[in-house]
């Protein structure tokens, strides 16, 4: 039996997915994100949990589940990082048919169609859109992002796209045009999000001792991002 390093578990989020959602934050992330506000989940800790212990305490939220067409979403850190417990626990909650979703970067150490079977959902996240600038935000390159699309490319799992919105980075036409053009070439799309770029997690990275490259960078003001979104959808649909 598998164990893994779970950081936290939300039991009734409502945004990471359809429906009332248990959402499981595993830790480790190889990226390093400017503007990650959780640092605090890069770093894989001791395994605190075996796939069965955290199977069953997913499964006390399931009539909420079946209420509310909702179920449980794997996010972090990276839960790639940690494939064969998310597979292990993944076969489990499926045997109880519980809806799965995959909260990712799509940046792990392969093994992707094992885990697709079990998964209805990805939540995809993207950094940028060009390779010298994703380097530049996430201090990694884009190879493992495009060997994770291409395994999601033979799978029938429905894709939701979610892309954070930092000022002075994609908040210009060119990129979200250009961003309109690059999703089109992924897999079929059902929903895309533009999150604005915040500054609530700003406090951990004194309280962890790390330096934040993003200190003095301002937010991502909400209408402007809801008007760059509406542009965008000109470009997509």
């Known amino acids: 039996m598998m164990r893994g390093y779970v950081a936290s578990i939300e039991s009734f989020g409502l945004l990471d997915g359809p429906g009332i959602r248990t959402v ?6 190889q990226l ?4 990650c506000h959780n640092p605090e989940m890069w770093k894989m800790g001791t395994p605190n949990y075996t796939s069965q212990e955290l199977v069953q305490k997913i499964l006390r939220n399931k009539p909420y589940f079946k209420r509310n067409h909702g179920g449980v979403t794997f996010s972090g850190g990276e839960p790639l990082l940690q494939i064969d417990f998310l597979i292990e626990v993944c076969q489990q909650l499926k045997k109880e048919q519980i809806h799965i979703a995959l909260d990712t970067a799509g940046v792990g150490y392969g093994k992707y169609s ?6 209805d959902l990805v939540l995809l996240d ?13 201090g990694q390159p884009m190879d493992s992002f495009w060997e994770f699309i291409k395994v999601l490319e033979d799978w029938n799992v429905e894709l939701w796209i979610r892309q954070v919105i930092v000022p ?3 908040d210009n036409t060119k990129y979200i045009q250009e961003l309109a053009q690059f999703l089109k070439a992924l897999p079929p799309i059902s929903k895309v999000e533009f999150l604005p770029y915040h500054k ?7 309280e962890l001792g790390i330096s934040n490259p993003f200190l003095h960078q301002r937010e991502m003001d909400q209408e402007v991002c809801q008007e760059l979104f509406q542009e965008f959808q000109t470009f997509f649909l």
């Open 24 to 29: 499981v934050f595993l830790g480790g992330c």
């Open 32 to 35: 390093r994100c400017k503007y």
């Open 114 to 119: 094992e885990l697709f079977p079990y998964i």
């Open 126 to 138: 993207i950094k940028h859109i060009h390779p010298k600038d994703y380097f530049s935000l996430t």
């Open 168 to 170: 002075g980075i994609h």
């Open 200 to 206: 609530m997690g700003d406090h951990k990275y004194q």
